[in-house]
């Protein structure tokens, strides 16, 4: 089972302006090839499906415990793909065209399938697809699988870093930048316990390494390049036996917190009329209310 907590990873800046198309960017860190999407379904499926789960237990703490994570990673890209779309369209009479903005942007689907939020797609409105998922069963064969998909998403964060300046997208970015290059670490470490070979050498790919950007070094700074987390449950805590030594990239101690990131509120997002979101009026909201209070 699943539990949620009601705050997002970190706290992301409100832009003054919206940025359509800066948002159409971050899709593919949503559902790309190499997007949360694809980390979280990937390391989901692994654990479901890990077989020998007590028998080889650290490695199956690993793959759990990041699958936690990365659910905090798709909540938190969508957060960033609905704040960047603040200010993108007004209300007014629906014969004024108020989404007439709309007709201009590279991705009309943030204007007539959500409302102007995120979608299960990539950058270009293509749906996610399953068959990004590799579940082999093989464990040394899901482990390389997972350094090298962590390395796309690796690649694909510093590229959407250069394509905008919108801090929020910066600041995501460089959130992700370092806590996906952690994960790139621990899937490098748990290859060298299972077959002997250090691939961590390798790092980082790509370069630079995550202080060329901006965003990304108070993260460093605060040692989120150098931590696992357990998530509260003693279950995982054997990612320790995987989880130690060196940073391979800083040559910092590695450890791991028994519990979760400190998070964020999560951002509530204002009420858009033009695109009749939530769509109710103010005599239906409190009728609402006075249902809601009936058998208080």
């Given amino acids: 089972m699943m539990k949620r907590v009601n705050r997002i990873a970190i706290e992301l800046p409100r832009p003054e302006h919206g940025d359509a198309n800066g948002a159409a960017a971050v899709q593919e860190l949503m559902g790309g090839k190499f997007g949360e999407m694809s980390t979280l379904n990937n390391y989901m499926f692994q654990s479901f499906n890990f077989r020998g789960k007590k028998k080889y ?45 709309g007709k201009d942007k590279r991705y009309s689907l943030h204007f007539t399938t959500t409302a102007q939020t995120s979608y299960p797609g990539d950058g270009m409105g293509r749906p996610w697809n399953g068959d990004f998922v590799t579940n082999t069963g093989v464990l040394i064969e899901d482990l390389l699988h997972n350094y090298v998909l962590e390395i796309g998403a690796r690649t694909h964060k510093a590229r959407v870093y250069e394509m905008t300046t919108n801090p929020t997208a910066r600041e995501l970015c460089g959130y992700l930048l370092v806590r996906g290059g952690t994960h790139i670490i621990a ?44 998530w509260d449950e003693p279950e995982y805590r054997d990612i320790r036996q995987i989880w130690k030594g060196e940073n391979p990239e800083t040559g910092e101690p590695l450890h791991v917190i028994d519990g979760m990131p ?26 609402i209310v006075k249902r809601l209070k009936e058998n208080l």
């Fill in 187 to 230: 899937y490098a470490k748990a290859i060298k316990v299972a077959t002997g070979i250090d691939i961590g050498k390798m790092l980082p790919v790509p370069h630079p390494d995550n202080n060329a950007f901006d965003t990304a070094r108070k993260y460093m700074d605060q040692g989120l390049y150098n931590v696992l987390y357990t």
């Fill in 57 to 101: 237990k650290p490695f199956y703490d690993l793959i759990a415990s990041i699958t936690a994570e990365e659910f905090g990673h798709v909540e938190l890209v969508a957060n960033a793909i609905n704040l960047m779309s603040y200010g993108n369209t007004f209300p007014g009479d629906p014969d004024t065209a108020p989404l007439q903005n």
């Fill in 262 to 287: 400190e998070g964020a509120p999560v951002p509530d997002f204002e009420e858009k009329p033009e695109m009749f979101a939530p769509g109710i009026d103010p005599d239906d909201y409190m009728k």
